[in-house]
């Protein structure tokens, strides 16, 4: 699955002479942590985060007034407080490569651009949302996590052994074991019984962690 598939597209955005308060107020209006700035022909010139603007912003402990506070803030413009080196990916980014980039840079959005242009954004909450998705989260069954040895066609022995109680697979996802020699696997499946699904996971050798029925 690619970026493209999963970004925001048209993102919101902002341009970098909008005052910093305006852009603040902006950013909570839409519900947004983050804004691309861009010029009229949606180049991107930097990206600006709400924490970026409330560093900025005046400590409720100030004694400046309001008509103060609002005067000063009036005059930082987007593009005084922006960062201005932006990470970017392209639309045909795989998501776990997008991913990676965000966790080892310690940041919580790329913008997407085609050609130069800005033309959408992928957040930490899309990533969010495609591993609840991946999880099957949000679908009635029996979750079941399990350690499964490591070996070639164990886990096609594993679905074989469920689907074969009639157990349909809404998901499964795998992840490191304890050591090299077992993999982690979390699966969600319709039309089967937890005692079933203890057989299949012995008939393979897998330690079972844990299984709940979701209804």
């Known amino acids: ?5 999963r970004m925001t597209k048209h993102p919101v955005v902002c341009g970098p002479e909008m005052p910093v ?8 209006q839409k519900k947004i942590r983050r804004l691309p700035v861009v010029d009229d022909d ?18 409720p402990a ?10 000063l803030l009036s005059k930082i413009k987007v593009r005084d407080v922006m960062t201005p080196k932006v990470i970017t990916v392209a639309e045909d980014t795989l998501l776990e ?7 080892d840079n ?20 899309d990533i969010f949302k495609i591993f609840l998705e991946l999880l099957g989260s949000r679908e009635l069954g029996c979750r079941v996590s399990a350690l499964v040895p490591e070996g070639r066609g164990v886990l096609a022995q594993l679905t074989a052994a469920i689907s074969a109680k009639g157990g349909d697979f809404v998901s499964i996802g795998t992840f490191l074991g304890e050591d090299a ?35």
């Open 42 to 59: 949606r180049n991107l010139l930097g990206i600006i985060s709400e924490k970026d603007l409330l560093y900025v912003s005046p400590s």
């Open 106 to 125: 310690k940041i919580g959005g790329l913008p997407v651009l085609r050609n130069g242009k800005l033309v959408g954004i992928i957040t930490e909450t």
């Open 21 to 28: 308060d305006e852009a603040l107020s902006f950013m909570r």
């Open 1 to 5: 699955m690619f970026v493209g598939q």
């Open 181 to 215: 020699s077992n993999r982690m696997i979390v699966f969600r499946v319709r039309g089967i019984e937890m005692e079933d699904v203890k057989v299949a996971l012995e008939s393979v050798g897998a330690k079972e962690s844990d299984i709940t029925m979701i209804c």
């Open 62 to 71: 100030s004694t400046l007034s309001v008509f103060e506070m609002h005067y």
């Open 97 to 103: 490569d997008a991913a990676r980039i965000m966790v």
